[in-house]
């Protein structure tokens, strides 16, 4: 089993900026993708963000320019750095792991932007 580890949500203000790590412990063979999901009140969970192992990035259209998804190999962190956020980015964010073909989900952990 892996666990994920989420840290870093919280309440910001429109235009403020906050960053999410999310640390995967446990049997860890081979993390081949991370990414970043967010599910919004009322609405299905999307994708925000994703890195390979290799470093090739993919976003979400409505995070673009904002939104900045890296990662530690050495830690098994991944982390999403968002900036100019929006009262539209409130949701809960999750991290995703594929570790040798399985994929896990972390707890979540909220954000909140105000207007």
């Known amino acids: 089993q892996v666990q994920l580890v989420e840290s870093g949500g919280g309440l910001v203000q429109a235009g403020g900026s906050l960053r999410l790590s999310c640390a995967a412990s446990?049997?860890?063979?081979?993390?081949?993708?991370m990414a970043w999901y967010r599910q919004a009140p009322g609405k299905q969970r999307d994708l925000v963000a994703a890195i390979t192992s290799g470093g090739w990035t993919d976003y979400a259209d409505s995070v673009k320019g904002r939104f900045t998804i890296s990662r530690d190999n050495a830690k098994n962190t991944v982390y999403l750095k968002m900036n100019s956020l929006k009262p539209e980015d409130t949701g809960v964010y999750y991290c995703?792991?594929?570790?040798?073909?399985?994929?896990?989900w972390g707890q979540g952990t909220q954000v909140t932007v105000s207007s």
């Open positions: 446990g049997s860890i063979i081979s993390i081949t993708s």
């Open positions: 995703n792991v594929f570790n040798f073909g399985r994929s896990y």
